[in-house]
């Protein structure tokens, strides 16, 4: 684990049987109000993808707006939003994915991107990877090419990175939490 891997991984608040018992939910609140490791936080992104000349940073409906707006900043790319299904004023192109229960949908304006865009896809956490998988299937049609997918937060157990990985992609979090 690395300097900010550490230091932000502690900043991170589990609340135990939350949303339902059974579950340790990881609460981003905390590293969004801790000055100190919200800069480490978006420092560690800055860090790993200065100097790529990265297009845009597409950031996940909602928490991944958080994370997406500051690092487009700094990286000087834009920001690209990747909204759930009926939040875009603009033509879209739509993707659907599986739910425990069902399915949803994600969006994103259908001139988002030029083909050939070197793309970030950033949210807060991966867990079983559908809402990423959908997304990155309509930055690819749209013929951007991804760098990396990117989260705060990977929970290894839920077998999302590994979805990521064995579609091509490289992933990379900032910190785990495995077996809890």
């Known amino acids: ?12 608040r589990t609340v135990p049987d939350w949303p339902k018992p059974g579950v340790s939910f990881r609460d981003i609140t905390t590293v ?4 100190t490791a919200f800069r ?3 420092d560690a992104f800055v860090h790993r993808y200065h100097g ?5 940073v597409a950031a996940v409906d909602a928490r991944g707006f958080i994370i997406g707006s500051a690092l487009a900043y700094e990286l000087n790319a834009s920001l690209v939003l990747v909204r759930k299904k009926g939040k875009l004023p603009f033509d879209t ?5 599986e739910l ?3 399915t949803a949908s994600v969006e994103l304006h259908e001139d988002a991107f030029k083909p050939g865009d070197k793309v970030i896809l950033v949210d807060d956490l ?3 990877g559908g809402t990423m998988l959908a997304a990155t299937r309509l930055i690819r049609r749209i013929g951007a090419e991804i760098v990396e997918v990117a989260a705060m937060i990977d929970l290894p157990d839920l077998g999302g990175s590994r979805k990521l990985q064995e579609e091509g992609l490289q992933v990379y979090t900032v910190c785990s939490f495995e077996g809890d």
């Open 1 to 12: 684990m690395d300097y900010f891997s550490e230091s932000i991984k502690k900043a991170i």
């Open 32 to 35: 969004l109000q801790d000055k």
């Open 40 to 42: 480490k936080l978006i």
């Open 52 to 56: 790529q000349h990265i297009d845009a």
């Open 93 to 97: 192109l739509v993707e659907d994915y």
């Open 100 to 102: 425990e229960y069902g």
């Open 126 to 128: 991966i867990a079983t």
